[in-house]
């Protein structure tokens, strides 16, 4: 099946910029929107931002004008440039797609998650 590979999370002071990368392989005929989610700790997961083949794009209001998503059709890969990163932007990080794969047909596909934490 399809994988999704994120990389780039990890621990920076508030303030601090982090680049978030998350490549798709496997049986991929087409990718049509992508994304971004997180999840912090006592929170439920909520929608960072997401970007359409043509490279529309929205965020969520508690990262517009700090975070911008953007993608590599060539390399099914999507980004997430996070700068002026807050301690509540602590959280995991999850990637997904909506692919077409062969034989299977269109399904959203998630990546494992990787930890972002913005602490002093």
Same mark, same amino acid.
């Given at each position: 099946?399809?994988?999704?590979?994120?990389?780039? @999370?990890?621990?920076?002071?508030?303030? @601090?910029?982090?680049?978030?990368?998350?490549?798709?392989?496997?049986?991929?005929?087409?990718?049509?929107?992508? @994304?971004?989610?997180?999840?912090?700790?006592?929170?439920?997961?909520?929608?960072?931002?997401?970007?359409?083949?043509?490279?529309? %794009?929205?965020?969520?209001?508690?990262?517009?004008?700090?975070?911008?998503?953007?993608?590599?059709?060539?390399?099914? %890969?999507?980004?997430?440039?996070?700068?002026?990163?807050?301690?509540?932007?602590?959280?995991?990080?999850?990637?997904?797609?909506?692919?077409?794969?062969?034989?299977?047909?269109?399904?959203?596909?998630?990546?494992? @998650?990787?930890?972002?934490?913005?602490?002093?």
């Amino acid at each position: 099946q399809v994988q999704l590979v994120e990389s780039g @999370g990890g621990l920076v002071q508030p303030g @601090g910029s982090l680049r978030l990368s998350c490549a798709a392989s496997g049986s991929i005929l087409s990718i049509a929107n992508m @994304g971004w989610h997180r999840q912090a700790p006592g929170k439920q997961r909520e929608l960072v931002a997401r970007i359409t083949s043509g490279g529309s %794009t929205n965020y969520a209001d508690s990262v517009k004008g700090r975070f911008t998503i953007s993608r590599d059709n060539a390399k099914n %890969t999507v980004y997430l440039q996070m700068s002026s990163l807050k301690p509540e932007d602590t959280a995991v990080y999850y990637c997904n797609g909506l692919i077409e794969q062969s034989f299977r047909g269109w399904g959203i596909s998630w990546g494992q @998650g990787t930890q972002v934490t913005v602490s002093s």
